[in-house]
Structures are given as structure tokens and as C-alpha cells.
């Protein structure tokens, strides 16, 4: 027989037992971590009482959140909550229970932000206001305004001594410019995913769609939902000859490059040389306006109303 395995053996199983036997030991509150504050509820409304939490939420538009906020009970400090909300009426903040940590006699809910002492429990509240009304806009050097979906917290816990976030509720902010472009954007793609058009077109379009979507990006909202504009939402062109083919795309293609023009001129610095430009693109538009006026009258006239603009612009 091995006793020295044996021995082994015992002295592991004696050495585990009295490690167990020490954690059990030691008092149960220093194995866990102080229980923080959290916001364990959450809900947004309109103005109309539609919940619209996880949604994204209109820059200038007012919103109601109703939410709590549960405290530990190892937390003791004065806590800090505050909104990026704008003020609507004479106050942000109704406390909606009795949480011993808040005295409404004393507390001050029409500002953005309250302190309250951390007392174990849960503190039910409502907090209304409005979304900043430029927040989504970005003033360029040259006086252009470009448009941004921006991300704002509307809640934020925090420890009043040391301003540490606890806890807080990010939303997505959009404004009535994107939500026009994402709603054009959405509209042309159906129609171009529906129609049996020649595919010349189909291709022509997506190229459109895709050159707005870079506008979008970098900003030019506006101008993006103008670029959309050129393919129309309905009356899309059947299979005709080669040649009336080739004029559908000339002309829409010079449209595409007018309104280029017309974003580089109101974005560029050097305004002189892009004025030119843009004045030469409004000439080469009135041999695309002759053919296009046989072929589609409404694409014809909005070429009309782009060459004029760039007309203006290069008078500037």
C-alpha cells in the first residue's frame, strides 16, 4: 500500500476544509460590493402621452420621463441628479412617492439638476422638459448649417462629493431636417425596389441614392433630400429605344451635377472659381432641358428650376 499518497491525500482534503471553513467565517457584508444607485425605471412620453421610450427623441421637442431611483443600502453620500433637458413651465422635477431622502419643503425641482441624501429605498419621480433646440445643427465658418443625429443624456446619477456617474439614460436625438431626408431616403428605395424599369435607370438611381446618403453623412441633409428629389416617386420610365434611354441618364445626371455645384459653391471658401463653375454646368443644363422637355416634362422642369439657381448663384 502507498501511505504516503494516502497521507497526501488527507492533508489536501484537510487543507480544502479549512479553507471553506474560513470564508464561511468571515461576515457576509465585506464578500459583496456596496449596492449602488441605479434607475431601475424608465419610461418617455410626447406631449400626447405616446410612449416613445427607445425611440429617438425630436431636438426642440418637449418630453415627460417618468423612472425611479433605487438606492442601495451601503451607499451613504449626497446624491446628484440632473437633465440636459431645457426648461419648459416653472419646473423640471415632481417627486411621485414618499422617499425620505427628499424634502420637498426645502428641495429646489426647478432647476436641472437636485441633491438629495442616499437613503435605502426607491425615489419615484418625473422630470419634464424640452430637447435643446440646436443641438443637432453645426454652424459652419462660412455660415452653412449642417445637420448631425446626436446622442444627449436626458438622466444622470451621480455622487454629489466626488461626481462619479452612477448611472444615467442616453437617447438619440434626430430633428425634422433628418427625419425629412431618412423618410425621402426610405420612400425612393421602395419605389426602386418595386418598379419594373428599365435597369439603366435602376442603376442610374441607386448611384443618386448612394451620393445622398455621402451628403447625409457629412452633414448636408438638405441637400441630400434635394438629390432624392430627381427620381420620381412615380411614373418611372418603361423599357424605351436606346436613344431616349441615354437622355434619361444625361439629363439626370447633369441634375446630379448641378446640385453638387450648388453644395460647393454654398460650402467652399473660394466662391469665385465654384461660381464660375457652377454658371459653366448652368449653360451645359440647356441642351439636357431641350431633350429632357420631350421625354419627361417633370424631370425637365426640375432641371429648369436647378439651372436658375445656379444661374443666381454664379451672380453672387
Excluded at 424608465?42 to 418630453?63: E, R
Excluded at 431645457?86 to 436641472?112: A, C, H, M
Excluded at 460647393?264 to 466662391?271: D, I, L, Q, Y
Aim: aromatic fraction near 6%.
Amino acid at each position: 500500500m502507498n501511505f504516503g499518497s494516502a497521507r497526501a491525500r488527507r492533508f489536501t482534503c484537510l487543507a480544502l476544509t479549512s479553507i471553506l471553513l474560513f470564508a464561511l467565517a468571515v461576515p457576509h457584508s465585506f464578500s459583496q460590493a456596496p449596492t449602488p444607485a441605479i434607475i431601475s425605471e424608465y419610461k418617455v412620453k410626447d406631449p400626447n402621452g405616446n410612449d416613445v421610450t427607445g425611440q429617438p427623441l425630436v431636438a426642440g421637442g418637449s418630453y415627460s420621463i417618468t423612472f425611479a431611483v433605487t438606492i442601495g443600502a451601503t451607499l451613504s453620500d449626497q446624491m446628484l441628479l440632473s437633465t440636459k433637458f431645457d426648461k419648459v413651465g416653472d419646473r423640471f422635477w415632481s417627486l411621485e412617492n414618499n422617499y425620505p431622502g427628499i424634502d420637498t419643503s426645502t428641495w429646489q425641482p426647478g432647476g436641472s439638476s437636485i441633491s438629495f441624501r442616499a437613503v435605502q429605498g426607491t425615489a419615484r419621480l418625473t422630470v419634464t422638459g424640452k430637447i435643446p433646440a440646436n443641438v443637432t445643427m453645426e454652424k459652419l465658418k462660412n455660415d452653412k448649417i449642417v445637420h448631425f443625429p446626436v446622442k444627449i443624456p436626458v438622466l444622470i446619477v451621480a455622487l454629489q462629493s466626488t461626481m462619479g456617474i452612477l448611472d444615467q439614460k442616453i437617447v438619440n436625438v434626430t430633428d425634422q431636417t433628418l427625419i425629412q431626408y431618412e423618410n425621402t431616403l426610405k420612400s425612393k428605395q421602395t419605389v426602386l425596389s418595386s418598379s419594373q424599369t428599365l435597369q439603366q435607370y435602376l442603376t442610374l438611381s441607386q448611384s443618386v441614392i448612394e451620393r445622398a446618403q455621402s451628403l447625409a453623412q457629412a452633414g448636408y441633409v438638405e441637400e441630400a433630400t434635394e438629390l432624392l428629389g430627381i427620381i420620381p416617386s412615380t411614373g418611372l420610365p418603361t423599357p424605351p429605344g436606346v436613344e431616349t434611354t441615354f437622355l434619361y441618364i444625361a439629363a439626370a445626371l447633369g441634375v446630379v451635377a448641378a446640385l453638387f455645384a450648388v453644395m460647393f459653391v454654398r460650402a467652399n471658401s473660394n466662391k469665385s472659381f465654384i461660381a464660375r463653375q457652377a454658371d459653366d454646368k448652368a449653360k451645359k443644363l440647356d441642351v439636357l432641358l431641350v431633350k429632357a422637355t420631350r421625354i419627361d416634362k417633370g424631370l425637365a422642369s426640375e432641371i429648369e428650376s436647378i439651372k436658375k439657381e445656379l444661374e443666381d448663384l454664379a451672380r453672387r
